[in-house]
Nanobody, 129 residues
Framework: QVQLVESGGGLVQAGGSLRLSCTASGRTFSTYAMGWFRQAPGKEREFVSA????????RYVDSVKGRFTISRNNAKNTVYLQMNSLKPEDTAIYLCAADRKTSTTTLYAADEVHEYDYWGQGTQVTVSS
């Protein structure tokens, strides 16, 4: 079982920046593709970004391209989401997730909720206008 703990959320004005972190327990972090999702009140969980096991492939939802950057440090068991030029519509709970599949290529990075096996509790991001 892998435990994921997010941090770095908070309240920021539109145009501001935040960096989210997600740290995983255990020794197998480097074998997981990692993803960030978000969920606003009354809405479905939405894919934000993903990164492959070795970091060689990254994916983003169109609405955050050019503003958000995902990265990972396998030595620290941590994945990051740098969020710049934040907008009020980015307000949500942000959750990180781990995909434990090893049958895919090392460049695989999924964008579907059902692809992920482990989830953190989330961190709140609120962007004021």
């Amino acid at each position: 079982q892998v435990q994921l703990v997010e941090s770095g959320g908070g309240l920021v004005q539109a145009g501001g920046s935040l960096r989210l972190s997600c740290t995983a327990s255990g020794r197998t972090f480097s074998t997981y593709a990692m993803g960030w999702f978000r969920q606003a009140p009354g809405k479905e969980r939405e894919f934000v970004s993903a990164i492959s096991r070795g970091g060689g492939n990254t994916r983003y939802v169109d609405s955050v391209k050019g503003r958000f950057t995902i990265s990972r440090n396998n030595a620290k068991n941590t994945v990051y989401l740098q969020m710049n030029s934040l907008k009020p519509e980015d307000t949500a709970i942000y959750l990180c997730a781990a995909d434990r599949k090893t049958s895919t290529t090392t460049l695989y990075a999924a964008d579907e909720v059902h692809e992920y096996d482990y989830w953190g509790q989330g961190t709140q991001v609120t962007v004021s206008s």
